[in-house]
């Protein structure tokens, strides 16, 4: 799965601006950015609802409003757009965990930012589930989504693992750090279900908790975390 990745928090606070210098949002996204992103977004929406198989490069460019041969010049083909759209949503995940690592003050803040970004209400969706579902299956398949599913994977035990080493051994915490990623894996797969009934709250609290039992079991000491 797609899990956030648990870097260095980004320096608090916004500096102060130019007199004269534009704000963020008055400042217009180059064109073929712009146009790239809406590929991507189309890219998605056509993952959600007509699965992978059945999704083509003439029906994203006919979501992006956009002609196919934009979509051969930006990425080549389906393969280019299914590593772009993997690689926007490891970004996005990316960021939220960025967001919540600036106020995590310990190992166990770190290990609950993990949990917050891996199931934000704005990322835990069925759409994009679905979509990771689709990266998934055929990763094993695809060299370069194979490369990416493998980075993703690795970091997120290598983060987890270092979080955890804080709180209990080492060999404790690859152990926890496994079972933590398979959760959150097992999570997006039932997210992506018609028939799901998790929730991104349900699914933060049900994996905090199961991460404190862990610790415990593990010999830790959940106080002197605080």
Known sequence: MAGARLAEPPARGL????????????IRPKAPETRRLRLIEATLQAFDTHGLAATSVSR?????????????????GKDGLLEAAMLHLMGELHAASLALLAQAQGPLDRLDAFVEANFADALF???????????????????????????????????????????????AARDLAEE??????????????????????KARAL???????????GGGDLQASA
Do not use: M
Request: net charge positive.
């Open 15 to 26: 500096e102060r601006r130019a007199k004269g210098a534009p704000l963020a949002h008055e």
């Open 60 to 76: 994203v460019a006919a979501l992006a409003r956009v002609s196919a041969g934009n979509v051969h010049h930006y990425f080549g």
């Open 125 to 171: 969706t069925r759409p994009i589930c679905r979509a990771w579902l689709h990266f998934w299956a055929e990763a094993p398949h695809a060299p370069e989504l194979a490369r990416l599913e493998r980075l993703n994977r690795q970091r997120n035990r290598s983060n987890l693992t270092a979080a955890l080493r804080q709180l209990v051994p080492l060999d």
């Open 180 to 201: 933590i990623a398979a959760t959150v894996d097992g999570y997006w797969a039932q997210r992506a279900q018609a028939t799901s009934t998790i929730t991104p709250a």
């Open 207 to 217: 994996l905090r908790a199961q991460i404190r039992r862990g610790i415990l079991a």
